[in-house]
Structure formats: structure tokens, C-alpha cells
């Protein structure tokens, strides 16, 4: 605390306070002076407890967005798999297909039963 005549000022950590026209009375100014002193220490633990908060806030931001980023990659991969597995599944039926039609040449069957064993 400084004084600058009828001004005082209060200074913390996180906060100052500059207070005009304190009262010359010597006891109201005791009194004030207290007070003020209470609302700073009030004040600057809010600040750190803001701090606190803030700080624990950007710990779970930071926490989701690695969260996101890792169900991202995760269904990425997902959709590159499902994409191999319908690659692989329309070669292995086209094959079967082909291979039917060659075993119904073999077999020298008319149209009409292939058509009742594809249908």
C-alpha cells in the first residue's frame, strides 16, 4: 500500500487499486483501509481460482481434441477396410460368376435350365 496523499493505492499479484479521497479521519481510514484489504485478498483469490478453472478447462479441451483426432484416424481406417473388403468381394464374385458360366459349358445344358439355376 502506498499513500499519495488523499490517495492510496493497494497492490497484489493480479490486481492494484488506486483509492481517491480517502478520509483524513484517521479511524474511518483504518477501517476503509481494512476493508479494502479483505476485497483484495478476495479478489486476487478469485483470480487464481479463475486461473485454476482456465487451466483445468484447457486440459479437457485439449483432451477432446485428441479424443476427436483419434476417432478420425480410427473411422479413416475403418472406411479404408470396408473399401479393401468391397474390392476384394466384387473380384472373388465376378470370379465365381465366370466360373459358373464355364461349368455350365461344361455341363452342355439348354438355355432354359441355366436360366432356372442362375434365376
Sequence with gaps: MNHLGCRKTYNMDSISLLVKN????????????????????TA????????RLKHREDEN???VNLALAN?????????????VIDKTSKVIIEGLISEMHIRFNELHLPLEQEEVFLN
Design 61 to 63: 479441451f485439449s483432451g
Design 44 to 51: 486476487q483469490a478469485c483470480i487464481k481460482n479463475f486461473g
Design 71 to 83: 476417432t478420425k484416424t480410427s473411422l479413416q481406417n475403418i472406411q479404408n477396410n470396408v473399401s
Design 22 to 41: 480517502m478520509p483524513s479521519d484517521t479511524d474511518l481510514a483504518g477501517r476503509l483501509k481494512d476493508h479494502v484489504a479483505l476485497m483484495m485478498k
